[in-house]
């Protein structure tokens, strides 16, 4: 037999004739107490039960969040309803519970890291990583070429309390300001400054410039180092960079090369000009006093010789027969007045001999 139309109260919100009960309060209820019932062996607990386990339950989380722990690296800011109260050193201690007192952790003493372009695996920290390595390492040199730029930046939480509550995300704020100071600092150099000779200037310089920054922001964070990784050009002319840089070391050690070779030979023959010269001032003294040594002892022998010219004659004689005797080997002596010695010399005995 169809059901029966009663009018629009009993109609559905799609007009269909399904008949809408109300719902019955009392049987949902009676429905819910059978069911709590089975799960006591006992009866279903009265409200007194219902309340004190309540109240037991309030008392263990009070106890369970009314202590906490600071680690050695860190320390904990204290919030009572949302307001800044204290910083706690490390240790255990004592708060609020139920949410009255918040305490965070914010380790003061960690070194902490961002890296710009690459990422390592493990990383815990959300700003640690990029979220987008492409763009943040396509940079702009200041003669116009492009270079992708890797870099990191390490550093501390100084001031907890800036860090928590003077801005409002610190990491990613500090990976914006170390992303706009990196471009400002490689805008100004060419691109072999920035790939080659100028790496240190430029992470001196970037540490300077973020440092600043962070403490104008009233960041709360203290720079430690900003260190360059890999620098390379973009890929479709990175082969012909690499040329270009293999040509440039080339001539550079072929530059070495020549000045090392330049600082062995150039010393040397300067030490060879040397001994030479004073070889040759050497001779040349030698020569110089043997010279006036001679003229000085001519000079005494003929003032010798003007005294008594008879007395130095003898001498000079005597002296040059004791040099000149002691060669000959045989030695004949005749009178003066002797007019010829052919009849005393045995010639052949003498045929054989040299005089």
């Known amino acids: 037999m169809p059901p029966q139309d009663n009018g629009p109260e009993d109609r559905g919100p799609w007009k269909n004739q399904q008949k809408r009960a109300p719902p019955e309060v009392d049987e949902i209820l009676r429905q819910g107490r059978e069911r709590l019932g089975g799960m006591f062996p006992g009866g279903p607990p009265s409200m007194r039960h219902l309340i004190a386990a309540g109240a037991l339950a309030v008392v263990a989380f009070g106890a369970w969040s009314s202590y906490y722990t600071v680690p050695s690296d860190s320390v904990a800011v204290i919030q009572r309803f949302g307001k800044f109260t204290a910083k706690v050193p490390p240790g255990l201690h004592f708060k609020l519970p139920l949410g009255i007192d918040l305490a965070t952790i914010v380790p003061v003493k ?15 920290d959300l700003y640690q990583s990029p979220t987008d390595g492409r763009r943040e390492t396509e940079m702009v040199t200041g003669d116009l070429n492009a270079a992708l730029v890797e870099w990191v930046v390490q550093f501390r939480i100084s001031d907890p309390v800036k860090f928590l509550f003077e801005v409002r995300e610190p990491g990613a704020t500090l990976r914006y300001v170390s992303e706009s100071v990196m471009r400002e600092v490689v805008g100004d150099r060419t691109v072999d400054e920035v790939i080659t000779i100028g790496r ?14 962070s403490t104008k922001y009233a960041m709360g964070i203290s720079i430690d180092q900003v260190q360059l990784k890999n620098i390379n050009p973009p890929e479709p002319v990175q082969a012909s960079f690499n040329e270009v840089n293999q040509a440039q070391q080339e001539k550079e050690r072929l530059i070495n090369e020549a000045r090392r ?14 001994q030479r010269i004073r070889e040759a001032d050497g001779y040349r003294l030698k020569r110089v006093n043997e010279a006036e040594g001679d003229a000085a002892r001519f000079t005494a022998l003929l003032a010798e010789y003007e005294k008594a010219p008879n007395v130095t004659r003898r001498r000079i004689y005597i002296e040059t027969m004791q040099a000149v005797l002691p060669g000959i080997r045989s030695k004949i002596i005749v009178d003066g007045a002797t007019g010829s010695i052919l009849p005393l010399l045995n010639l052949d005995q003498q045929q054989g001999d040299k005089p």
């Not at 070779?261 to 040397?274: C, M, R, S, T, V």
């Open 200 to 213: 240190q200037e430029i992470e001196s310089e970037a540490l300077l410039k973020m440092q600043a920054l």
């Open 110 to 124: 960690r070194q902490l890291k961002q890296e710009f372009g690459f990422t390592t695996p493990g990383a815990s």
């Open 261 to 274: 070779e330049y600082n062995k030979i150039i010393p040397l023959a300067e030490g060879e000009k040397d």
